[in-house]
C-alpha cells in the first residue's frame, strides 16, 4: 500500500546552519506530496505542498522537489533560525483519498 | 477566520468514564477527520467522514464512536475511557479528500485518562 518515510529524529541544528529532511514515498499513480510542521503545543499546518512530478513547493524559506525518478520530496532550508524548532511531517493522499502521514522528524535549533 | 475549532483543550477522565470531543469547522469542507498522537509518534487515523450522514474506520477506531449529523461538525466520543486512550487528538477538515488539497488541523485535545 502507499507510504511514506522520513528520517529519524530529533535532528539537531546550530543557527543558520543547511537543513534537509529526507522523505521517501510509495504510491500507486503520481499524487500530491505535502509537508506539514506541528510547532509545540500546537496543530499542524501546512508548510508547503507540490502537486505533480519535478514541481517544487516553497515557503518560509522551505523548499521541496518532487522527484519521480527517486520516489523522493527531501524538506530543504539553506539557513535555519531557532523558531524552526518544530516536528515536521511528509505526507501524501492514499489511493482512498485518506492523508498517510509519516512518523515525523523532530528539529532542534540551538542559538 | 476560526478554521476548526476543537474543544476541550485538555481534559482528564477516570478508567470508564466516557465523554465527547467537539470538533467543528467553518469552512464549509466535506471531509472531516479524527487523528491521535501518542507521546514521540505520528498520526494515526481514528475516524473520517465524506460528508453529512457518512463515517467510516480509520486505522484505529476501537473504542471511539463518531457522528456527522451537519457539515459542520464531527464529534468524537469515547465510551469507557482507558488508559491506552491517553493522547492528544487532532480534528481536521479538507475541501475534498483528493490530492492537491489541503487539511485543516484544529489545535488539539490533550487527554488524559486515569
Known amino acids: 500500500g502507499d507510504s511514506v518515510t522520513q528520517m529519524e529524529g530529533p535532528v539537531t541544528l546550530s543557527e543558520e546552519a543547511f537543513l534537509t529532511i529526507n522523505c521517501t514515498y510509495t504510491a500507486t499513480g503520481y499524487p500530491s506530496l505535502f509537508w506539514y510542521v506541528q510547532y509545540p503545543g500546537e496543530g499542524l499546518q501546512l508548510l508547503l505542498k507540490a502537486t505533480k512530478a519535478d514541481d517544487k513547493g516553497s515557503n518560509k524559506g522551505f523548499e521541496a522537489t518532487y522527484r519521480k525518478e527517486t520516489t523522493s520530496f527531501h524538506l530543504e532550508k539553506g539557513s535555519v533560525q531557532v523558531s524552526d524548532s518544530a516536528v515536521y511531517f511528509c505526507?501524501?493522499?492514499?489511493?482512498?483519498?485518506?492523508?498517510?502521514f509519516g512518523k515525523g522528524t523532530r528539529l532542534h535549533i540551538l542559538p | 477566520n476560526a478554521g476548526v475549532t476543537q474543544t476541550p483543550k485538555f481534559r482528564i477522565l477516570k478508567i470508564g468514564q466516557s465523554m465527547t470531543l467537539q470538533c467543528a469547522q467553518d469552512?464549509?469542507?466535506?471531509?472531516m477527520y479524527w487523528y491521535r498522537q501518542d507521546p514521540g509518534m505520528g498520526l494515526k487515523l481514528i475516524y473520517y467522514s465524506v460528508g453529512a450522514g457518512i463515517t467510516d474506520k480509520g486505522e484505529v477506531p476501537n473504542g471511539y464512536n463518531v457522528s456527522r449529523s451537519t457539515t459542520e461538525d464531527f464529534p468524537l466520543r469515547l465510551e469507557l475511557a482507558a488508559p491506552s486512550q491517553t493522547s492528544v487528538y487532532f480534528c481536521?477538515?479538507?475541501?475534498?479528500?483528493?490530492?492537491?488539497?489541503?487539511?485543516?488541523f484544529g489545535e488539539g485535545s490533550w487527554l488524559t485518562v486515569v
Open positions: 469552512m464549509n469542507h466535506n471531509y
Open positions: 481536521a477538515s479538507s475541501r475534498e479528500g483528493r490530492s492537491g488539497n489541503t487539511i485543516y
Open positions: 505526507a501524501l493522499p492514499n489511493r482512498d483519498d485518506k492523508i498517510i
